[in-house]
Antibody, heavy 117, light 115 residues
């Protein structure tokens, strides 16, 4: 059974940093493309970042480019999102998602990041 | 102007059909784009429903009923999610998605009420 479990979300001050993790199980993580998607409270979905298998191809949304870094550790079946220079508008639930054949087919339950003083 | 525009809300009766639209910005031609649709119920992550580009290039999500289907309206420059035989459990938020300019882009979502 595919399982994605995010962790690391918490309250952080504006300008601060945070590292989110996603533990994957139930599938071959090393050959999977992965993305982060976020959702502001009461808001819609926003794609944040993509990382291909092997970690060579990476894409970011313009809203986070230069501040966020996606990475993966295939030996640990884990996906990460390093978030720096956090802003109030980064407040959201962050979902770890598997992308397979162009489809976001499995989603974690999400981890809440709150940026506030 | 947003890349993808969805009506914020839609209401329909049980047993009826609902057509949810996803309109692409006027400078983006819907023709070659795969349109992906997701359903999200309160307190849960989104779930993949289907992908539609053409009748020869479409893919239903695993376990998604056939009463969920996709299409395009070229004259409206839009992707469409059609839900037939509406059930109360279809009440949810629906999001469209495309891959555009090296980025995934979601529509703002439509809240479907079944009453």
């Amino acid at each position: 059974e595919v399982n994605l479990v995010e962790s690391g979300g918490r309250l952080v001050q504006p300008g601060g940093s945070l590292r989110l993790s996603c533990a994957a199980s139930g599938f071959t993580f090393s050959t999977s493309e992965m993305v982060w998607v976020r959702q502001a409270p009461g808001g819609g979905l926003e794609w944040v970042s993509y990382i291909g298998s092997g970690g060579v191809i990476i894409h970011y949304a313009d809203s986070v480019k230069g501040r966020f870094t996606i990475s993966r550790d295939d030996a640990k079946n884990s996906l990460y999102l390093q978030m720096n220079s956090l802003r109030a508008e980064d407040t959201a639930i962050y979902y770890c998602v598997r992308e397979q054949a162009d489809c976001f087919d499995f989603w974690g339950q999400g981890t809440l990041v709150t940026v506030s003083s | 102007q947003a890349v993808l525009t969805q009506p914020s809300s839609l209401s329909a009766s049980p047993g009826a059909s609902a057509s949810l639209t996803c309109t692409l910005r006027s400078d983006i031609n819907v023709g070659p784009y795969r349109i992906y649709w997701y359903q999200q119920k309160p307190g849960s992550p989104p779930q993949y429903l289907l992908r539609y580009n053409s009748d020869s290039d479409k893919r239903q999500g695993l376990g998604v009923p056939s009463r969920f289907s996709g299409s395009k309206d070229a004259s409206a420059n839009a992707g469409i999610l059609l839900i037939s035989g509406l059930q109360s459990e279809d009440e949810a938020d629906y999001y469209c998605l495309i891959w555009h300019s090296s980025a995934w882009v979601f529509g703002g979502g439509t809240k479907l009420t079944v009453l």
